[in-house]
């Protein structure tokens, strides 16, 4: 008896629910001592070498309230203490998360921009034109089919007074195979719409508002594709892809593809060629008029990492050929002109955050365009809206004979500087540099002096701006650019009408903008 005593009591037991469900790694304790342990897979504990005494024994368990004991220990070898603990289940009535998605956000910033969510609209056969013409105040106007010219305006402003971008870099002169009307709708994650005074940090020259185009910046590993078929013929593909590896290394392949006959039908005045017939208000098809363009993005680099968010290397490449089926006006009616061009393009995009100094973020940006746009109209003949033709002696086109072929090396630079003084205080510093060099030829003609003239341009606007933000209701911005402009052309003209002595010109121009905006949201 007394060596029994001196051994212990061994205290045991079973951790179980309402329903007789056992509890499995419950915490097990006697209270004020170092007993302590865990429940095995059936819910069972077992305390050895105990004291005779009095004790708390604690039960407790994720999703069950506690249990507390008192028990009596006593001079015999083993006693059972099983516990039995009550479901715990709280309920929340309601949980309320406030916050402001990006779009939300641009939409409350200090100048008047209008920024949709293109998420919403992936996968459907919209392209970005078709898109912000959804856009209050924003129009577009397209001359016929897929692929066709288009024009923007907002607010009554177009042309060059519009500036377009993508992710804050400037679209100048990327070429007839990347154009809004052709690039779909799947490659943005929102478009950004600025009437009127554009944004510091967009760097641009433009006085009647700017397109901002907003890519997926965040890396991750996705593939996202589409096709779709319309009428005419129709055809467009969409491939998007990624890869995110756990050391930062990332690559992104953006892929698209537009065909389309566009032989729709038109009423028309109509003549018929041998006969001379004249028919006021034909309903033909239009029969010259397909367009086709293939584009591949691709870049690579790092992402992640302190020395850089975003490091990335890219090329795109692209091309498109478009048939010409009628002139300004149509009664002029082609059946073999057509033009076509391409895009090759190398990027470079850095960005990065707290860069050197807390609050100060860094993001440069660089490409150069060796892509060329050529017209060919080297047939002779007369078509009319039939599709009858008759052949012309001689040499000649159907609106003008040419080969004619421009490369229109274009390349631009933008660094942006933003740095957070606090909560409330920000400044914005931008720098955006164009280079353009036309380099014009002709086959038909390769020794004429009109294409041997330079055409030359160099344009650098630099920007700085001041950001205060009241508290969440109020904010006001100024900022101030310098606009910089070297023009180099030629001029030769004589009372003959030919090419003579040519004057190599250079024009500079140089002025300063000044903005001020101020918003309020409640």
């Known amino acids: 008896m007394s060596a029994q005593q001196n051994k212990g009591i061994v205290v045991s037991g079973q951790v179980t629910e309402d329903s007789g469900q056992s509890i499995p790694y419950a915490t097990v304790s006697l209270e004020k001592t170092d007993f302590i342990i865990m429940s095995d897979e059936n819910g069972k504990y077992n305390f050895k070498n105990v004291k005779a005494g009095n004790y708390i024994l604690k039960v ?27 479901s715990e289940l709280n309920e929340l009535e309601n949980i309320t998360v406030m916050g402001r998605t990006q779009t939300e956000k641009v939409n409350k910033q200090s ?20 898109a912000l013409d959804r856009v209050s105040g924003v129009r577009v106007r397209e001359s016929g089919g897929v692929g066709s010219k288009s024009q923007l305006s907002i607010n009554g402003f177009s042309g060059n007074q519009i500036k377009l971008f993508i992710d804050g870099v400037p679209m100048d002169n990327f070429g007839s195979s990347f154009q809004l009307n052709n690039i779909p709708v799947n490659l943005a994650d929102r478009i950004e719409v600025y009437k009127g005074v554009v944004t510091i940090w967009l760097g641009g020259d433009a006085l009647g508002g700017a397109i901002n185009i907003v890519t997926n910046s965040k890396p991750r590993t996705y593939l996202d594709a589409s096709y779709s078929f319309g009428s005419f013929n129709t055809h467009r593909t969409t491939i998007n892809a990624g890869y995110t590896a756990k050391s930062g290394f990332t690559t992104e392949i953006n892929a698209f593809q537009n065909y389309s006959d566009n032989n729709y039908w038109v009423n028309v005045e109509a003549a018929d060629l041998n006969t001379g017939a004249y028919f006021p208000d034909a309903r033909v098809r239009r029969f010259h008029d397909k367009y086709r363009n293939e584009t591949v993005i691709l870049n690579v680099g790092i992402t992640g990492k302190k020395y850089a968010d975003k490091l990335l290397f890219g090329f795109t490449a692209g091309e498109n050929r478009a048939d010409i ?5 149509m009664t002029s009616v082609f059946g073999q002109v057509y033009g076509k061009g391409n895009i090759l393009m190398p990027t470079l995009k850095y960005q990065v955050k707290d860069f050197f100094t807390k609050g100060l973020d860094v993001s440069v940006t660089g490409n150069f365009n060796f892509g060329e746009e050529q017209n060919i109209d080297t047939v002779f003949r007369r078509y009319n809206w039939f ?10 086109g159907e609106r003008g004979r040419t080969l004619r072929k421009f490369k ?32 014009e030829s002709d086959e038909l003609v390769p020794e004429s002096l009109l294409y041997k003239q330079p055409k030359k341009s160099q344009k650098n606007i630099l920007g ?23 023009n180099t052309y030629s001029e030769s003209y004589n009372p003959s009408g030919n090419w003579g002595d040519i004057a190599y010109i250079e024009h500079a121009d140089n002025k300063n903008l000044v903005g001020y905006g101020a ?3 409640y």
């Open 60 to 86: 407790s368990a994720i999703g069950f309230t506690t249990s507390k004991k008192n028990i009596e220990v006593k001079g015999i070898n083993e006693i059972i203490f099983s516990v039995r603990l009550q």
């Open 111 to 130: 100048y008047s921009v209008t920024a949709i969510d293109a998420k919403k609209l992936h996968n459907s056969t919209l392209d970005l034109s078709h």
């Open 325 to 329: 089926q009628t002139g300004a006006r």
């Open 387 to 396: 599709g009858d033709y008759i052949v012309m002696p001689g040499l000649g």
């Open 408 to 439: 229109n090396n274009n390349g631009i630079a933008t660094a942006n500087f933003t740095y957070a003084l606090g909560e409330r205080h920000s400044f914005m510093l931008n720098n955006t540099f164009n280079t353009f060099n036309r380099k």
């Open 464 to 486: 700085a701006g001041y950001k205060f933000d009241y508290n969440e209701k109020w904010s006001t911005s100024v900022f101030i650019k310098n606009y910089s402009l070297r």
């Open 519 to 521: 918003a309020s949201s």
